[in-house]
């Protein structure tokens, strides 16, 4: 059954440090997000990305924040200068259609020290 | 109000069990409604996927959604010790990018 996939599983990072989040999505989606999840809380939307451009983010999704899918079957995320309160989980998601189930894949821990 | 309410639980049933896990929402735009399934530290599992009102099985699931009253649910009949985990009801109102707006999560353990 095709899944989404997440690298790497857990990154421990400096606090200023840039780190990239990789997703390969299922392979015929079309439309794919990033979600985070601090510890203890709720799953967040960051940010939506459709036909190489993003549809809409959040206000967590601020400049120190960038998505990119360099090829056809990778989907990054990229902080740009992590700060402590970037530690969390972060979830990539694709779905085949707009008004479609989403797919989530297994998580990157992220810890800024 | 926050925008999707759920009781965080936790929640204990001895196995067999029906267990009901329930949402409230606010935004009377959101007319797709999900629940997944998330175990410790692993990403969200999709178990139901529900366009509007009305019911829907699978297997042991069956999921409602009332949008008069803005309420959703999951049922999970003969509840096994396999199905503990924290269960999240997400729903979108659709439109341009379908964001999901999860829930805080149910933490359920099934006792054998």
């Known amino acids: 059954e095709p899944e989404v996939t997440q690298t790497p599983s857990h990154q421990v990072t400096q606090m200023g440090q840039e780190v990239i989040l990789r997703c390969v999505p299922i392979s015929n989606h079309l439309y794919f997000y990033w979600y985070r999840q601090i510890l203890g809380q709720k799953v967040e939307f960051l940010v939506s990305?459709?036909?190489?451009?993003?549809?809409?983010k959040s206000e967590i999704f601020d400049d120190q924040f960038s998505v990119e899918r360099p090829d056809g079957s990778n989907f990054t995320l990229k902080i740009r200068s992590t700060k402590l309160e970037d530690s969390a989980m972060y979830f990539c998601?694709?779905?085949?259609?707009?008004?479609?189930?989403?797919?989530f894949g297994p998580g990157t821990r992220l810890t800024v020290l | 109000q926050k925008e999707v309410e759920q009781d965080p639980g936790p929640l204990s049933v001895p196995e067999g069990a029906i267990v009901s896990l329930n949402c409230t929402y606010s935004?009377?735009?959101?007319?797709?409604f999900m629940w997944y399934r998330q175990y410790s530290r692993k990403g969200p599992e999709l178990l139901m996927y529900t366009y509007s009102s009305g019911n829907k099985e699978d297997g042991r699931f069956t999921a409602q959604v009332d949008k008069s009253s803005k309420y959703i649910s999951l049922f999970i009949r003969d509840s096994q010790p396999s199905d503990s985990a924290t269960y999240l009801c997400?729903?979108?109102?659709?439109?341009?990018?379908?964001?999901?707006?999860f829930g805080t999560g149910t933490l359920l353990a099934v006792q054998p």
């Open positions: 990305f459709y036909n190489n451009e993003i549809s809409e």
């Open positions: 935004n009377s735009a959101f007319q797709y």
């Open positions: 998601a694709s779905s085949e259609i707009l008004a479609d189930e989403q797919f």
């Open positions: 997400a729903m979108s109102a659709g439109g341009a990018t379908n964001k999901l707006i």
